[in-house]
């Protein structure tokens, strides 16, 4: 079966800095994808990693490691809006679907 | 305006009724997806299409049926709504060919089954 873990909540503080962790287990793999989601809104995309290594962008940062089934999400700096959930999804190289963990809920503390 | 829009944006309805929702997209987009979320569980997949002609089952599918209207135009019914279909609603779109199939979601339908 398919499988992806991310922490339930989490808690920060502003400015400081978050890692997000997400472990899948599936049986294809065409990339790790990284969304954001506010309460009662819709995702939106923050990053996709196909290739192991780290991706930048602004304050927000995404790592994989394929050989473990790992990957996090780093937010530097963080402020209020961040808080939200932060959703871990696996592209299926077999349909084109996605496979998404439950999510993580990031509450962000002044 | 949003280039994913969704109908209605809220619903209560009765066991038992048939309801639809419905799905619109400006983004020139060949693949449609349907998902339900449900509080502590991922998005679960309930029917995508590639193009007009071509409907797929997801993970969930069974209560539920969809329809392709036009490239954008995707509608989703529940058949007999029950109780354990209350959940939030989201339709996505992405573009149908090439390695990067990022997913534009909807605003979503909120419905409760009574």
């Known amino acids: 079966g398919q499988n992806i873990d991310q922490p339930t909540e989490m808690t920060a503080t502003e400015g400081a800095i978050v890692q997000i962790n997400c472990t899948y287990q599936t049986s294809g793999f065409n990339g790790l994808f990284w969304y954001q989601q506010h309460a009662g809104e819709a995702p939106t995309f923050l990053s996709y990693?196909?290739l192991d290594g780290l991706e930048e962008k602004g304050r927000f940062s995404s790592f994989l490691s394929r050989s473990k089934g790992y990957s996090y999400l780093l937010l530097k700096e963080l402020q209020m809006k961040d808080s939200a959930s932060y959703l871990c999804?696996?592209?299926?190289?077999?349909?084109?679907?996605?496979?998404w963990g439950a999510g993580t809920k990031l509450i962000i503390k002044p | 305006d949003a280039d994913v829009t969704q109908t209605p944006r809220n619903r209560i309805t009765k066991t038992g009724k048939r309801i639809m929702l419905e799905c619109s997209q400006t983004?020139?987009?060949?693949?449609m997806y349907w998902y339900r979320q449900d509080p502590g569980l991922g998005l679960r997949l309930i029917y995508y299409?590639?193009?007009?002609?071509?409907?797929n089952k997801g993970e969930i599918s069974d209560g539920y049926s969809v329809s392709r209207q036009a490239q954008a135009k995707f509608s989703l019914s529940l058949e007999s709504a029950i109780p354990n279909q209350t959940a939030l609603y989201f339709c996505?779109?992405?573009?149908?060919?090439?390695?990067?199939?990022?997913?534009?979601f909807g605003p979503g339908t909120r419905l409760t089954v009574t």
């Open positions: 299409s590639f193009d007009v002609k071509d409907i």
């Open positions: 999804a696996v592209g299926m190289d077999s349909n084109y679907q996605l496979i």
């Open positions: 990693n196909v």
């Open positions: 983004k020139g987009h060949d693949r």
């Open positions: 996505a779109t992405s573009i149908g060919a090439g390695a990067s199939y990022e997913q534009y």
